[in-house]
T-cell receptor
Framework: AQSVSQHNHHVILSEAASLELGCNYSYGGTVNLFWYVQYPGQHLQLLLKYFSGDPLVKGIKGFEAEFIKSKFSFNLRKPSVQWSDTAEYFCAVNARWDDKIIFGKGTRLHILP | EAQVTQNPRYLITVTGKKLTVTCSQNMNHEYMSWYRQDPGLGLRQIYYSMNVEVTDKGDVPEGYKVSRKEKRNFPLILESPSPNQTSLYFC??????????????FGEGSRLTVL
């Protein structure tokens, strides 16, 4: 079965540190890729998305992600995190031959002030 | 304001008492979906709908029903709730791109407890 793996379940960083959260998927073929963020007590919001074109995607709040097709990866990055980035981050994948959107299990990010 | 509205936001019920969680979107989205969120398991798709009268199972459909009689509404029905359905439920919707779902817009969530 298709799956989405997020390797880091819980990440703790200090403010101004750089961030990279891993996401790998097991689909073959063409995919649409997403990162969502869930701030404490809130619903999920889109951070960024990839459908085609430049594999380096820029999103909101200084986040970016790189699609590496050969590695089936879509890692999320931010050069300098802030306390307000404390949240749970979800990677999601839609294979273009399918109607489902599958989410990873999420990574809880805690930023120390 | 563009939004996805779920009701109720919080509900405590007892085993076997049928309940419906409503979901409505005002963005004219074709695609709608229900997810449940459980600690350590992330979001798992229950059912989804590509358009009116078109619904299909996600990864965890057991114990749930849905219907899509109108484009804006996508209710989730628990005919006989059980304690293992205690969870946080999210409704989401999106436009379709090339016949496939795009970025999802989520509702605020409905926290359900089944005793």
């Amino acid at each position: 079965a298709q799956s989405v793996s997020q390797h880091n379940h819980h990440v703790i960083l200090s403010e101004a540190a750089s961030l990279e959260l891993g996401c790998n998927y097991s689909y073959g073929g063409t995919v649409n890729l997403f990162w969502y963020v869930q701030y404490p007590g809130q619903h999920l919001q889109l951070l960024l998305k990839y459908f085609s074109g430049d594999p380096l995607v820029k999103g909101i709040k200084g986040f970016e992600a790189e699609f590496i097709k050969s590695k089936f990866s879509f890692n999320l990055r931010k050069p300098s995190v802030q306390w307000s980035d404390t949240a749970e981050y979800f990677c999601a994948v839609n294979a273009r031959w399918d109607d489902k959107i599958i989410f990873g299990k999420g990574t809880r990010l805690h930023i120390l002030p | 304001e563009a939004q996805v509205t779920q009701n109720p936001r919080y509900l405590i019920t007892v085993t076997g008492k049928k309940l419906t969680v409503t979901c409505s979107q005002n963005m004219n989205h074709e695609y709608m979906s229900w997810y449940r969120q459980d600690p350590g398991l992330g979001l798992r798709q229950i059912y989804y709908s590509m358009n009116v009268e078109v619904t299909d199972k996600g990864d965890v459909p057991e114990g749930y029903k849905v219907s899509r009689k109108e484009k804006r509404n996508f209710p989730l029905i628990l005919e006989s709730p059980s304690p293992n359905q205690t969870s946080l439920y999210f409704c989401a919707s999106s436009f379709t791109r090339g016949g496939r779902p795009g970025e999802l817009f989520f509702g605020e969530g409905s926290r359900l407890t089944v005793l």
